[in-house]
């Protein structure tokens, strides 16, 4: 049963790397934003603040200080950061699914485009996307 479950995330896996290296690639759907914004306010504003822009107790999650301190680093590492420290008063309480959301909302906030395809829950399939604070050049 395991070797199915591994067999089927390969194509996605391999599609996945084959057209989105970057968070300017369009990583995530709206629809997912949208849904992680309900869940981030439930779960992080408190802390984080209503606009995601911090708190006296906790760092920005969207914007110039938080892109700077994340990038050229990798979606899956955002992920396993997020998913095993919060939220901060029962770390690791939040399902996969729900981290992805949020991921997304935080994305939408940051200005990076929205593309068809949701974003992946599994942290293998997100280090393969960076990210980059600054929209790369088309070559």
Same mark, same amino acid.
């Given at each position: 049963m395991a070797i199915i479950g591994l067999a089927a995330l390969a194509p996605l896996s391999s599609s996945l790397r084959a057209q989105s290296h970057s968070v300017w690639d369009g990583v995530y759907t709206q629809d997912q934003a949208k849904k992680g914004q309900a869940v981030y306010n439930q #779960?992080?504003?408190?802390?984080?603040?209503d606009t995601l822009m911090g708190g006296?107790?906790?760092?920005? %999650?969207?914007?110039?200080? /938080?892109?700077?301190?994340?990038?050229?680093l990798t979606m899956g590492e955002l992920f396993e950061r997020i998913r095993t420290t919060m939220p901060q #008063?029962?770390?690791?309480?939040l399902s996969r699914e729900n981290n992805t959301l949020i991921l997304s909302?935080? %994305?939408?906030?940051?200005? /990076?485009?929205?593309?068809?395809?949701d974003l992946p829950q599994q942290t293998e399939v997100l280090k393969e996307i960076r990210i980059d604070a600054q929209k790369p050049d088309k070559k």
């Open positions: #779960n992080c504003s408190s802390c984080h603040g006296e107790s906790a760092p920005a %999650l969207a914007g110039g200080e /938080f892109l700077s301190n994340w990038n050229g #008063n029962k770390p690791g309480s909302y935080m %994305l939408s906030v940051s200005n /990076f485009p929205a593309g068809k395809t």
